[in-house]
């Protein structure tokens, strides 16, 4: 089956389209990907999208929103499909996680969340079933709603140990292989090899990923730079140690799994604070987007070391901030002295059986979760994300092609 997947997440930076072709079944499943492309978004709707993080905008305007980013996310879906030198017709499916406005976390337990992008626009303008809205069925059984990514890392990057019994790194007895996404807000996945048959993953939000680096970069550049490219910003600087440790007891860090959190927490009002407190310890600005770059590198090895479920042997790195080379050093390192030895640090693209890049892993994913939906196979991990069991998640808007996906043929005309 082919399928499309679409991915907007919290640094709201643009659209990852990504068309795959996924065959088996939970138990083996194949994915092979045709094309991706990414779309930037407008400068206006990127600004309502920020208004919507920060609470500013009314119900007309929200309402509004969730149209016209439906209409941005259909086309994102046909730049895709003419990438691969297909058309709508070639197509069985979209899953889209649309754009996250808001995840309402009271205590740690998650009581409402909202991705907008109207997947009914999407189906009507591309013709092809579309599913949406995955996050809300997991939340409706008392789970967290995320992260979803996880049913992708358990169900294709899952490791398996050698025949010849071997017991060094990643398949000592116990050990895990830690997926780390690092997009605005970073999430890891905890994997026990195939062979621990008893063993489930863990997955969370570790905290602030690129977000509050990025909201650094575009108040020291007055809005020309909207993230730090090649770190160029934050070498200029020194990390407070300090501070990192003072940041470092924000309640959520301290929080159990199951946990997630996002923009409604790692706000720019907390990034205002932060910023107050650096400039009040004679920080520069360098200093103080090279202290956020710190805090997330510092942030990812403790959640390892308070809640990893056994021995990290090996940690993959994909989204947004694999490419920002001073994180990844830093993490290297902190995992090294927190975790006391040396933890082989990877990229998504450097596992031999992995689907696709670290850039399209997430857009993977929805694709991934559609084609589950669609047969009717449960998509959470309620290990991962604290739900009481199993779900199928999403919510489908029928495309012209509806009939014809479920074996009914094409539909039929009502005059007829």
Not at 9 to 16: E, P, R
Not at 304 to 323: C, D, L, S, T
Not at 392 to 403: E, M, S, T
Request: aromatic share 6%.
């Amino acid at each position: 089956m082919r399928v499309i997947g679409l991915m907007s997440g919290t640094s709201a930076d643009g659209i990852d389209a990504v068309l795959a072709e996924i065959e088996g079944n939970p138990g083996r499943v194949q994915m092979r990907q045709i094309a991706a492309v990414a779309l930037p978004w407008p400068m206006q709707e990127r600004a309502e999208i920020f208004r919507l993080f920060a609470n500013q905008a009314d119900t007309r305007s929200l309402c509004r929103a969730n149209v016209q980013i439906g209409y941005h996310f259909a086309q994102a879906a046909l730049a895709v499909i003419d990438a691969a030198g297909l058309t709508p017709a070639d197509v069985d499916l979209i899953g889209s996680h649309g754009q996250t406005i808001w995840h309402e976390v009271v205590d740690g337990q998650v009581h409402s969340t909202l991705q907008i992008g109207e997947a009914a626009v999407i189906a009507e303008e591309t013709g092809i079933t579309t599913v949406a809205n995955f996050r809300v069925a997991d939340v409706a059984a008392g789970g967290q709603g995320a992260p979803l990514v996880s049913i992708f890392d358990w169900l294709l990057l899952r490791p398996s140990a050698p025949t010849d019994g071997g017991q060094t790194g990643l398949y000592r007895a116990g050990s895990y292989r830690a997926l780390q996404n690092i997009g605005g807000i970073g999430n890891v996945t905890f994997l026990p090899t195939r062979e621990d048959a008893a063993a489930l993953p863990l997955a969370f939000d570790t905290g602030p990923g690129n977000a509050l680096i990025d909201w650094a970069a575009v108040q020291i550049t007055g809005g020309a730079q909207t993230f730090d490219p090649e770190s160029r910003l934050a070498r200029q600087g020194h990390a407070s140690a300090e501070l990192v440790q003072r940041w470092l007891h924000h309640p959520y860090f301290l929080r159990k799994p199951p946990k997630t959190t996002g923009r409604e927490l790692f706000s720019a009002s907390l990034a205002c604070q932060w910023q107050d407190e650096a400039t009040q310890a004679n920080l520069s600005p360098a200093d103080f987007i090279a202290t956020l770059t710190e805090l997330t590198a510092v942030s990812i090895a403790d959640a390892y070391v308070r809640f990893a479920p056994g021995p990290i042997a090996q940690v993959v790195v994909a989204g947004g901030g694999a490419a920002n080379p001073l994180l990844m050093e830093r993490l290297s390192q902190q995992l090294t002295e927190r975790l006391g030895e040396p933890i082989p640090l990877l990229a998504h693209g450097d596992l031999p059986d992995a689907p696709g890049d670290g850039d399209s892993k997430e857009a993977l994913t929805f694709a991934l979760l559609a084609w589950l939906t669609i047969r009717g196979w449960p998509g959470n991990v309620p290990s991962a994300t604290g739900a009481i069991g199993e779900r199928v998640l999403g919510q489908i808007a029928p495309g012209r092609n509806f009939g014809k996906l479920l074996g009914f043929g094409h539909r039929p005309q009502l005059s007829q």
